[in-house]
Structure formats: C-alpha cells, structure tokens
C-alpha cells in the first residue's frame, strides 16, 4: 500500500542525507520525497511517499523517529487529505496535430510555458493519477523529456499537522 | 572572556564530569590535544584509534559515565569507525572527538580529509559536524545527554581545525533544546495492568532478560519480580550478570550456543516477558519458529525495537526500572510448587555442560570454570569474539550485574584487550581479565604496551589453539569432509616471549592438572600477565543451533 508521511524536521545540514540514508540501509523504498521550508525558519516540511505493507510503514516511522532531528511525524493516509505535484513535458508536436495537443492541455487544465517552432513545454499540477493520465495523454504527440516534483499533502478540514501537534484554528 | 575553541571544548567536557579520555593525536586535533595537556583531563595514549574507542566503551560499562575517545581526521576518524558500530549494536554512551581538516579545505579531498559524519551516519546515535566555534559548548552537552539518555548509544563530533582555533565567547548551555528528542521512561499504565494479568494467568511463564537491566541498572527489580511469580529467567550474552548465576530460576543464556535449559524454556512458554532486549537473531535463531507457543510481552526503552524481529502481544516502551517497579506493585506471589519443580526439572538439561567440563586434555571450560572459583566476585571480565567468549558466556558463573564486558552485536574481535583497559581505568582496584584467543588478541595486540606504559595489572588468559577456531567449527559443520580454508594461524608469535618483548610476565598452561597452580600465580602478580594456555584445534562449543534450526534442535555431539 502507498503510504504519504508528513515529517515535520529541523532545518539543518544533513537531515535530508539522513532521512534518505536511513530509507535505503533498511531496504524501504522512496516513491517520492519533497522538502521544503515551512512557516518557521527553523523547521522544515518532507513529505514521502512510501510504498509498504502495514508493518514496514510502522518500521519505517519508529526508525525516522529516531533521528534526532526529526521532530514530528505524521501518517496521513488514513485521512482525507489533497496532495499535488508538479510535472513539466518537452512535447515535439507536428505542425499538423499542434492544436490538438492544445487541447489535450486544456482538458487537463495544464499551461503552455514555452513555445518553439520544434517543441512546446507543458505543466500540469495535480495527483499522482492525473499526471499519469496526462503523460498518457501526450504520449502520441512525442515526449522528449519529463522533470516531476515529489508530492506534497495536506489534510482537509480545520487541522493543522505542525511540530507541536495537531492545531485546531 | 574569549577562549579558542579548543579550551571551550575541553571546559565543556570537564562540566560534564569527564577525567579521562582516550586520545591519538594528529595533525588536525592537535589544539584540542594542547588544550588537554593544559587541563585536568588525563589522557591514555592507545596504539590505534579503534583501540581508543573499544576503551572508551569499555570505560563507560565500568564507570557508568559517557566514555570520551579522540581522534584527528581522515584515517584517524576512520580507525574509530569499529568502536564505534560496537558500542552503537550494544548501546553503549560514548562521544568521540574528531578533528577536521580547515572548514576552507572540507569538501576537497584535502591531506587527511573524509566525511566522516557521513561515514558514522548509520552507526552512531547521532553525529554534529561543527561549523561555528560558539556552537562548541552546546553541542558537547547535547551530545553527551543523547549519548547516556533514552537508549544510550555512540555520538560523534566532528570539530575542524580552524573552528577549535577560532575565538570564542565562553557561554555555556544548562538547557537543552532538542524537540525531536524525548525518551519515554514511563510504561502505559493500561499495557502494565495487561502484562501482570497474562504473567499472573500464565502456565509457563519465562522471562527473558538482556543488556537493558544492566544498561537501566534493573538487576534488584529483575531478582524480586523472577521469585514473586515464580518465573525461570535466561539472560542473553549482554544480560549476563543481571541475574544470579547459582539462582534456582536461572536456566542460563538462550540462543545457539545457549544452555539446553535456556533454549528449551523458551520453545516451552506460554508467555515471554522480554525485558531491555531486542530479539537478536543469535538468540532466536530460525526467527519464524520462534517460541511458537508464547504470548510475548516485551518492553524496551526503544519502540523501534518493538516488533521489529518478533511480534509482541503487549508492547511496553519504557525504561525497563520502571516499568518492572510499576508492575511489582500489581503482581500477587505466586507459589506454585510444581511449577518449581518443573523448572528444576528444566534445569537439569545444563548437566550436559557440566559433563563437558572433565576431561585428561586441557580444554578452555577447565580454565574458565577454575577463574570463577578463584576469582573475587566483582572481578571485570572482558573477552574477545570466538569461541573462548562462547566458553566464558556458558562456564563462568556471572554474578554481579556489569562485570561482564563483551562484544555482542556487531561481535569485533579486538575488543577484549582495549576495553580490559577501559575497565581498568574505570576501576583501578578491582581485577581485570581479558580472556582472548589467538585470532581476536591479535588484532589489538600493541594495546599490550598501552597496558605496560599505564602499569595496569590486567591478566590475559589467552586461548591459544593456534587457529580460528569458531570460524574451523562453522567450516567443519557447514561443509563437512571438506578441506578447512583459511583458519590456521600459521605464524603466530611465542606469545609468552612477545608478552615479555612488551615487559608482561608470561606463564605457558599445557597440563590440566596445572591450571590451579598457575592462574592462582599469574592473578596474583601485581603485573600484567600473559597466561598462553595450549588448546587443541578441535575443542569446538556445544550446544549449536546451525542457521534457521529451532533454537530446541542443539547439536550435541
């Protein structure tokens, strides 16, 4: 089962390599990682996408929660939650089949970035199933090259998942 | 007040109650070094970094306080690395030193350089690379109370040069701010109340001790809840110690070179109490057949341990102290003679050592029987890896909890003669033994002139049989009729004229009818002693569970 864990972790040199080292030595695998700052200078946000059965995810969690520098973490899959990634494709459309590539962006309400007379760059945000539909979708256009950001999440509703607990606004 | 870096660093250290550390110097520690030679703090001048770092450990098991090994950088740091991983598997506090190469050059592939926090990543507790001179004095107390609190392990500080050069303001830190880190020392009380009810309820209890009584101090709590409710005990290789050796309820230690009684008390329970032990698979063997009638309560300071090996029933995180003194004052006696006499019944399964022990030839189990009888009580034994370890974990009668010093996770051989150092630092007027084979006393051998310079009257009681012997075992079993591959140490040294090359006294033990008379000299010279005790290549360790048996299938022959 795909897990989605939200950890919150200081923000230092290092954690990144650590949290990374800890998933290869035990043999878990990475599906997708994002970090970024949060509202606080001092704490950063990761969240992974982790492939697992039940007892692994439990390994997994116990484990990152022995870093030091780990400060909170939380399984968000049991809850409603949104996530979004990012993909940008290099297309080469012909000239003839251009407007129907246009298209196909539309539908999936993605954005034209950059044109050439050669190749168009395309972006869409969205869950991990759209993009996969969209990158099916521009499949017979040609794609040249693919860039995709890790997920990120967040729980719908009222509650916030920050470093000191689950907030109510 | 401005200081460098360095002076910080050692005033740090000494506020955190530090004495000695073991140090080799180099280009890149050496203000460190300078500072030290100004300071209160002894240092004890090992003949290779691992060695520093095996003493160190050995040190903190003896003194109860965090053991300090330094190191310069590059292949300084790295000789730590052995140490290191062995005091990590076997959770023991220690903060090591090491120097770095100018935070200008780091990054380079400078004279001396490696990443070492990347290289210590996976088997230290935590590790800081140190960038700013006014991080030093927070970083010192931080690494020193993750090193000793929660489930205690190794942490490292990586200091490079100019930063321990720099000057500093003095400031120094009581408080700690580390919000990812809060051991939890007290059990759920609901999973307590649930734990007594199953030990209470329980037909063949069984109670499974290791390194974390001794680690938490729990020996006492250990002792009463045993002879409240009338459970056998058996202690792994790092519990030894933790319960009494000559106790009507201790079956001995399990696992695959465990006492018959052990390994066959835990096939036979109904529920296993798991106290500070984390189902190694020397001790399970054949993970999946594991104790296949038991419920299985286990508590841990560690909640990664927590059924990571085996599923437990009833999980309890908590310092193992605690929690057995939360649940004695639940649990009622239980007074169950025929429960009692099962478990002499199940004890009876240890004649088979005893049987062992008689024979016309020297063996290692006549030797270390005889160090029990004749040495005091709280005399620290350390040995190395192999066979003779094996011997002294099932022959010597452990009694007090501490006194046993071993390699048992990462199982280095090396350790032995180092932490004999360590412990004899730690406690100049009690005896201290190394028991060693020839493969492991040789791959810290100079240490022997370590022993000399510090006039430490340390005994090694070498079980010389002129080979690798756990590793001969292993090959005969394994590939029976085979020729034997890289075992013999063609080679070895007279070690007797070598220990007196190092200024040791030497005794040569051949006969049995000499053991006596020989170890009763040898331990009471005031010197270090190198007891070369002749052994044949042949004398293997029984029981053995060969890899993926059920722990009740021993091989006996």
């Known amino acids: 089962m795909r ?19 800890l998933f290869s030595r035990r043999g878990y695998n990475i599906e997708s990682l994002s ?71 539309d539908i999936f309400r993605g954005h034209i970035l950059d044109f050439s007379p050669t190749s168009m760059i395309v972006e869409i945000t969205g ?17 040249a090259e693919v860039v995709r950001t890790g997920e990120i999440a967040m729980v719908r509703g009222g509650k916030s998942k920050n470093a000191k607990g689950e907030n109510n606004d | 007040m401005t200081s460098t870096g360095a002076e910080v660093l050692i005033r740090a250290l000494e506020q955190q109650g530090v004495e000695l550390v073991f140090g080799y110097p180099g280009g890149t520690i050496l203000p460190v070094f300078h500072s030290i030679s100004k300071s209160n703090i002894k240092n004890v001048l090992t003949r290779n970094e691992q060695a520093a770092a095996h003493a160190a450990n050995g040190y903190a098991r003896v003194s109860h306080k965090v053991g300090v090994c330094i190191a310069t950088s590059g292949p300084g740091a790295t000789n730590l690395v052995t140490g290191l991983a062995n005091s990590f598997l076997d959770s023991i506090p220690v903060v090591a030193i090491t120097g770095q190469v100018k935070s200008s050059l780091v990054g380079t592939d400078a004279f001396q350089e490696v990443d070492i926090t990347g290289i210590t990543q996976p ?52 408080q700690l701010d580390l919000p990812g880190y809060k051991p939890n020392y007290k059990g759920h009380a609901i999973q307590v109340k649930h734990a007594c009810e199953a030990l209470q309820k329980a037909k063949h209890p069984l109670i499974y ?26 202690t792994t290789l790092m519990g030894l110690g ?120 020297l063996n290692p189990r006549q030797i270390v029987e005889k160090m029990s009888e004749i040495l005091p009580a709280d005399t620290l034994i350390t040995t190395e890896v192999g066979l003779h370890q094996m011997t002294v974990a099932q022959y010597y009668r452990h009694c007090y909890p501490g006194c046993f010093l071993t390699s048992g996770g990462l199982g280095t051989m090396g350790y032995g003669l180092p932490a004999a150092i360590g412990a004899q630092m730690a406690a100049p007027k009690r005896k201290v033994v190394c028991v060693a084979g020839d493969g492991s006393l040789q791959m810290n051998l100079p ?99 060969l890899a993926d048996d059920p722990l009740d299938k021993m091989l006996m022959p």
């Open chain 2, 123 to 174: 088997i230290t507790k935590h590790n800081y690379l140190v960038t700013d001179a006014n991080d030093i004095a927070r970083v010192v107390n931080e690494a020193f109370f993750i090193a000793s609190s929660g489930r205690p392990g190794p942490v490292l500080i990586d200091l490079p040069k100019d930063v321990a050069m720099f000057a500093c303001s003095e400031k120094f830190f009581d």
């Open chain 2, 242 to 361: 933790a319960f009494p050796y000559e106790h009507s309820l201790f079956l001995g230690m399990p696992g695959v070179h465990g006492f018959p009684a052990a390994n066959y008390g835990l096939c036979s329970a109904d529920v296993i109490l798991a106290l500070g032990v984390r189902f190694d698979e020397r001790v399970t063997s054949a993970v999946e057949n594991f104790a296949p009638k038991a419920k299985i309560i286990h508590i841990d300071i560690d909640p990664a341990e927590i059924s990571k090996n085996v599923s437990s029933h009833i999980p309890i995180v908590g310092d193992v102290k605690t929690v057995i003194e939360d649940m004695l004052k639940r649990l009622t006696p239980v007074n169950n003679q025929q429960r009692l006499n099962e478990i002499a019944e199940l004890k009876s399964k240890n004649e088979y050592l005893q049987q062992r022990i008689q024979s016309d030839k």
């Open chain 1, 35 to 105: 970090v970024s700052t949060t509202d606080k200078k001092e704490i950063s946000r990761m969240t992974i996408v982790v492939e697992g059965d039940q007892k692994t995810i439990e390994q997994v969690t116990k484990q990152l929660h022995k870093l030091i520098e780990v400060i909170k973490i939380y399984n968000i899959t049991g809850e409603e939650f949104v996530e979004r990634g990012l993909a940008m494709f290099r297309v080469i459309p012909t000239p003839e089949n251009r407007a129907e590539l246009m298209q196909v962006v």
């Open chain 2, 447 to 545: 240490e022997m002139a370590t022993i000399k310079a510090q006039k430490l009257p340390i005994k090694v009681v070498l079980i010389n049989n002129s080979c690798l012997g756990m590793v001969r075992q292993l090959e005969d079993v394994s590939y029976p009729g085979e020729d034997l591959f890289a075992i013999d140490l063609e080679g070895n040294p007279d070690f007797c004229r070598l220990a007196e090359a190092y200024g040791w006294q030497s005794y040569r033990l051949e006969k049995t009818e000499d053991i006596d008379k020989v170890l009763i000299e040898a331990f009471a010279s005031d010197q270090p002693v190198l007891i070369d005790c002749i052994i044949d290549k042949r004398d293997y360790v029984y029981p053995m569970v």
């Open chain 1, 127 to 143: 869950g991990e199933k759209k993009i996969l539909a969209f990158e099916e979708a521009l499949k017979p256009f040609g794609i």
């Open chain 2, 209 to 234: 001790a290791g390194g974390g009584i001794i680690l938490a101090g729990a020996y006492q709590q250990l002792q009463t809840l045993a002879e409240r409710i009338s459970a056998p005990v058996v």
């Open chain 1, 3 to 21: 897990h989605t864990l939200s950890i919150l972790v200081e923000n230092r040199t290092g954690v990144l390599s650590r949290v990374a080292g």
